[in-house]
């Protein structure tokens, strides 16, 4: 029952990492953790508008996820451990969902406290009963 997907963030890093992300080459760590959590990483420059609140001493960067295959939780665990694995060293800007009708929202902290908040989520045999039950027990008048 999938009903969207995570398709980018933006995340300022510090300066600390600009050896992963520079826009010409990047390190072996980057390519791997790109590779496992079905992702891209793209370097913004300072002049776009989507790095105009970055702070002093980080940059921003765009984290594009495949359909599929991206894991966003597992991607903003592993890049902070890469970067210093001591202490939270990078800061969430932006999370953007794209809907299954191909429509884009920018997700709110609300939005997220909403997700963590669900209850359990029904299990796929008793939907698929419900499903495969739908037309037996229909109450038609003949």
């Given amino acids: 029952l999938k009903i969207g997907h995570v398709a980018r963030q933006y995340i300022h890093v510090p300066h600390s990492c600009d050896y992963l992300v520079t826009p010409y080459t990047k390190s072996r760590q980057l390519l791997r953790l ?3 959590c079905g992702c891209i990483v793209n370097l913004i420059h300072p002049e776009d ?3 105009i609140y970055c702070p002093p001493g980080y940059r ?10 991206g894991r966003h939780d ?3 665990h592993r890049l902070n451990y890469i970067i210093n694995p001591r202490r939270q060293s990078i800061r969430l800007v932006t999370t953007v969902v794209r ?7 920018t997700m709110k902290a609300e939005d997220a406290n909403e997700l963590l908040r669900c209850q359990v989520r029904p299990r796929y045999r008793d939907i ?3 499903i495969l039950s739908a037309g037996k027990h229909t109450t038609v008048p003949r």
């Fill in 34 to 36: 790109e590779e496992d």
């Fill in 74 to 76: 597992l991607f903003l």
């Fill in 99 to 105: 809907q299954i009708n191909g429509k884009e929202f």
């Fill in 49 to 51: 508008p989507r790095a």
């Fill in 60 to 69: 921003t960067i765009e984290v594009v996820y495949d359909e599929d295959r």
């Fill in 128 to 130: 698929r009963a419900i």
